[in-house]
């Protein structure tokens, strides 16, 4: 018994894929939001994904060195992946100060506090992302309009973003059809001039981010698929229902975080499901309280809220959706004595 069997947390990686490469290539299927960032919000946008990020790998790097006193990872890349999820999901005006404490709270709450990559029950990012939220609504909430033409890196002026705007508008006693000649329009939507968070804002940027992790098997089609197709369903038969009141399922689509979340924060291996059936449901869920809270909610936007709620529903799902164990046969049932 000289040799020890090490379990180590998820994700467990067989063949040659490693954490490091695998959080690579999430980087760099995030370069084309980024780059669309940096393009409408100017320097801001570059000192929230710089501040970000850094303060993500130095809190990771003190905390594993002066509290846990275990192996530095920060290596692996993980931190840096939330540093720059937690900057798309948050206006590029935010304070610098602001932005370091949700790294803190990224970091040392919702990943180390758990044992670090792997153990953590929910995405560190949105965790941040809802802590900036609830502590601070009025700057987590005043957008950067994006300029049409922003060829300058001059400050962005602010607005409300599409989801908020009719969210007030439906208040204020308007109707869907009055309000949508305001909004951007979907081609605008597409490519990302309208107010949000400044990694969300451009639904074809998130794509073509997505397309790569699905082409490098990073990710699979399960989650996203489930995601989009349920609230393109829901929020379409609302809108059939009522369209005076429930905006089409289109600018369900195109507008906040559906995408982001879709392709990068929800397909988390770490805080998603294991099998195939598992994803499903889980996209399922999200997709549909997505379109609950941003119609019924006090909120304009679900996402985020969705992704975390189903997070903790994960264990449960992945118990009742076990993988088939390896070598039984389809329809065999094991009796046991």
Known sequence: MNKM???????????????KKIMLGVVYAMIPAMLVSIYFFGLNAVRVLLLSALACLLFEWAIQKYILKGPLTIKDGSALVTGVLLAFNVPSNLPSWMVIIGALVAIGIAKMSFGGLGKNVF???????????????VAMTTWPIPKVLPANLADTITGATPLGYIKEGLRAGHTIPQMMPHLPTYMQELMGQMGGSMGEVSAIAII???????WKKIITWEIPVSILV???LFSGLLWFINPMRYADPFFQLLTGGLMLGAFFMATDMVTSPMTRNGKLIFG???GLLTILIRVWGAY????????LLMNAVVPLINRGFKPRRFGKKPGVVTVSK
């Open 230 to 232: 349920t609230v393109f």
């Open 300 to 307: 304009p936007e679900g996402v985020s809220f969705a992704i």
């Open 208 to 214: 073509l981010g997505g397309a790569f992790l699905l």
């Open 5 to 19: 069997l090490t379990v180590s947390g998820s994700p467990h990686i067989h063949g040659d894929e490693s954490t």
């Open 284 to 286: 399922f869920g999200i």
């Open 123 to 137: 995405n560190p990012a949105l965790v941040a992302r809802v802590f900036l939220l609830i502590s601070f609504p």
